[in-house]
């Protein structure tokens, strides 16, 4: 069963970094493109950043282009967000999700989530 | 960027209905549009891919269709379980990823 797990959200101070994680179980991480989303409170969702199996190729959203950084490790397993100069347009649920398409290629779209992690950006 | 539009923002209808939810796309994205069921408190869930294909485990109850710019979500049949918010999303011209704005689906 493929699971995805995330962590590291919590309050944070305008201005201020945080680090979310990721931890992936149940398929072989390294074969897929993964992503983050988030998802203010009471709105729509909204794509943040993506990354190649090798985490050669990044892509991220404008708004937050210069401030987060995707990154992963392939033998832990996990997808990381490093988020700075946060402000409090960044407050959401943050969720990892998985590309369906396993190998050489991508999708862009989404069939696996794990359950969310928060961050409150505020002071 | 791709702006897609989804209508109506929200909508009212009982157990056993038909459903239909609209998603616009501002320029052609031909059959690159998927479609996804949040519930509260919840992850999103995929329903649709590739405009017209049901996702492995979704009931088939749940249909999609369209290509260019614009595309319909339809419930044949509405269960207590599918009030939720359904959002279409757009994988030809990225980055970036594109949503739709949501469409809320109520209980009348």
């Known amino acids: 069963e493929v699971q995805l797990v995330e962590s590291g959200g919590g309050l944070v101070q305008p201005g201020g970094s945080l680090r979310l994680s990721c931890t992936a179980s149940g398929f072989t991480f390294s074969n897929y493109w993964m992503t983050w989303v988030r998802q203010a409170p009471g709105k729509g969702l909204e794509w943040v950043a993506n990354i190649k199996q090798d985490g050669s190729q990044k892509y991220y959203v404008g708004s937050v282009k210069g401030r987060f950084s995707i990154s992963r490790d392939n033998a832990k397993n996990s997808l990381f967000l490093q988020m700075s100069s946060l402000r409090a347009e960044d407050t959401a649920v943050y969720y990892c999700?998985?590309?369906?398409?396993?190998?050489?290629?991508?999708?862009?779209?989404?069939?696996?989530w794990g359950q969310g992690t928060l961050v409150t950006v505020s002071s | 960027d791709i702006q897609m539009t989804q209508s109506p923002s929200s909508l009212s209808a009982s157990v056993g209905d038909r459903v239909t939810i609209t998603c616009r796309a501002s320029q052609s994205i031909y059959s690159h549009l998927n479609w996804y069921q949040q519930k509260p408190g919840k992850a999103p869930k995929l329903l649709i891919y590739?405009?017209?294909s049901l996702q492995s485990g979704v009931p088939s109850r749940f249909s999609g269709s369209g290509s260019g710019t614009e595309f319909t979500l339809t419930i044949s049949s509405l269960q207590p379980e599918d009030f939720a918010t359904y959002y279409c999303q757009q994988s030809y011209r990225t980055p970036p990823i594109t949503f739709g704005q949501g469409t809320r689906l109520e209980i009348k």
């Open positions: 590739a405009a017209s």
């Open positions: 999700a998985r590309d369906p398409c396993g190998g050489d290629c991508y999708s862009d779209y989404f069939d696996s």
